[in-house]
């Protein structure tokens, strides 16, 4: 990242820490939410707020909504910025200040290692973490291999682009980005054919009716962490910890916690091609990683498994839950910390095999290749009551 990009950033450090801080008040009946403002944000929030009602429902919620960084830099590709927090700097600049309790993001989007004083409190049952197709109207009942040569196809997605180049040779990508809403605007406008997305985000929009087919396993390995919802809090606020803590699930927390695993040692974000494939089977957790170059010719690819146990029965039903931290800010039920360590060796180990079959070379060069920008807006916020 270049200077001015960096100059920029600490712009905006400097311009929130001189607001007005309005502090979280002692009341145990209210709690404040950060979000970001898109509609897909927004209906990930309100499930998060939804179960939360359910299980507390004399608890008063506020939400405050932000444009962050990310949102506002939509004329430049994602692996061009290179920088890993870009959807959750502003919002942690406000759960810092305590303006917010606790805030809710797409896993995926967050950093593999917490920033000082955040830990990860939830994760949330994973939905599809598969990604999908979306075609031009022209090209319904289509297939990816069916496309005339040269067809475009939008995404920001290095990871996405790599594989697909490799099995799909004959297509050309080219950067989009913007909520779903302008993707599908620009898909029919600007001579797109199709788009590669998320599954889960469509299918949490209600338009799963859009998706005109499912990359599997042996079509493109997904995105650490995509498809599971996380909530991020102070780690010293023991208060939210347990409000929050029974709401993650215990077998997508471990499994996400491998794939962070594999991605931190690798050094990976959104600026690298590095994908991911997890499943649970006969108690054995199976993680099968790799890593490409930009043009999808050099690939690295490999699988690695361990016992881990995502349901442990409760001896005393009747004790309060106690919480332990990971050295990377995951919070899980103390039941669960020993399956945390392993989950977490285990991506650890997948990264160490790439590693030894060239992926730091294969990354080295990707890097080398991204260019540096700047022009960085500072976002805005807004605060709601329910």
Not at 294 to 317: A, H, L, M, P, S
């Amino acid at each position: 990242m270049d200077m001015s990009l960096k100059r920029k950033l600490s712009e905006i450090d400097g311009s929130s820490s001189k607001k007005q801080r309005q502090l979280v008040e002692d009341d145990p009946n209210k709690i404040r939410i950060g979000s970001r403002k898109s509609q897909l944000a927004l209906i990930q929030t309100h499930t998060i707020m939804d179960r939360l009602r359910a299980d507390h429902p004399n608890l008063e919620m506020e939400l405050e909504t932000m444009d962050t960084l990310g949102d506002q830099i939509l004329h430049i590709a994602l692996p061009k910025i290179g920088e890993k927090s870009l959807f959750t700097k502003d919002l942690e600049i406000a759960l810092e200040a305590k303006r917010v309790d606790f805030l809710v993001h797409s896993l995926k989007d967050l950093p593999t290692t917490m920033p000082e004083g955040m830990a990860l409190g939830t994760v949330y049952k994973r939905d599809d973490p598969h990604d999908c197709v979306v075609f031009n109207s022209k090209h319904q009942g289509k297939q990816l291999k069916d496309l005339p040569d040269q067809s475009v196809i939008g995404t920001s997605s290095l990871r996405r682009v790599a594989q697909l180049k490799k099995s799909h040779p004959h297509l050309q990508f080219k950067s989009i980005r913007g909520n779903l809403n302008t993707r599908f605007r620009k898909l029919e406008e600007d001579s797109y054919d199709a788009l590669i997305l998320a599954k889960a985000g469509l299918d949490r929009m209600g338009w799963s009716d859009r998706c005109g087919q499912v990359l599997l396993e042996d079509d493109c390995l997904y995105a650490i962490g995509q498809g599971a919802m996380a909530v991020e809090i102070r780690s010293d606020d023991k208060r939210t910890t347990h409000l929050l803590g029974e709401l993650s699930d215990m077998k997508t927390l471990l499994t996400v916690a491998a794939e962070r695993a594999f991605m931190r040692t690798l050094n990976g974000g959104c600026s690298t091609p590095i994908g991911c494939y997890a499943k649970f089977n006969n108690g054995k957790l199976s993680l099968r990683g790799n890593v490409l170059s930009t043009d999808g010719k050099q690939c690295v690819d490999t699988t690695v498994e361990d016992n881990i146990k995502y349901e442990i029965e409760r001896t005393n039903t009747t004790a309060e839950k106690s919480y332990h931290m990971s050295n990377y800010g995951v919070l899980i039920d103390d039941l669960y910390k020993d399956e945390l360590t392993k989950a977490e060796a285990l991506g650890d180990l997948l990264a160490a095999k790439l590693i030894e079959r060239g992926a730091n070379e294969i990354l080295r060069e990707v890097r080398a290749q991204l260019p540096q920008v700047s022009n960085i807006h500072i976002p805005s916020s807004s605060t709601i009551t329910f």
